[in-house]
Nanobody, 112 residues
Framework: QVQLVESGGGLVQTGGSLRLSCAAS????????IKWFRQAPGMERELVASITWSGGDTHYADSVKGRFTIFRDDRNYTVYLQMNSLKPEDTAVYYC?????WGQGTQVTVSS
């Protein structure tokens, strides 16, 4: 049973933008913190951004502050990660997480 459905990855040039989405049910998001992680080849999975579903409080990794924005759509139970000013070092597989569930991952590739 799929709990989190991700979409929006792709190939973009340096300086470009992408928007990732993570859709789930009310039951999955309610009273939860929804997080975006990323994992580059040979690297550990790192937390990129998070948002509390109830209050909308956000947190960002230092490496993406000012470039990425996490926000939620209450009506459609979707969390988005808007990524601007992308850099080659942002290349990774991006995962949505709402404990205990994980999305399938979506590839983001930024070409130099």
């Amino acid at each position: 049973q799929v709990q989190l459905v991700e979409s929006g990855g792709g190939l973009v040039q340096t300086g470009g933008s992408l928007r990732l989405s993570c859709a789930a049910s009310w039951r999955t998001f309610s009273n939860n913190i929804i997080k975006w992680f990323r994992q580059a080849p040979g690297m550990e999975r790192e937390l990129v951004a998070s948002i509390t579903w109830s209050g909308g409080d956000t947190h960002y990794a230092d490496s993406v502050k000012g470039r990425f924005t996490i926000f939620r759509d209450d009506r459609n139970y979707t969390v988005y990660l808007q990524m601007n000013s992308l850099k080659p070092e942002d290349t990774a597989v991006y995962y949505c997480n709402a404990d205990p569930h994980w999305g399938q991952g979506t590839q983001v590739t930024v070409s130099s």
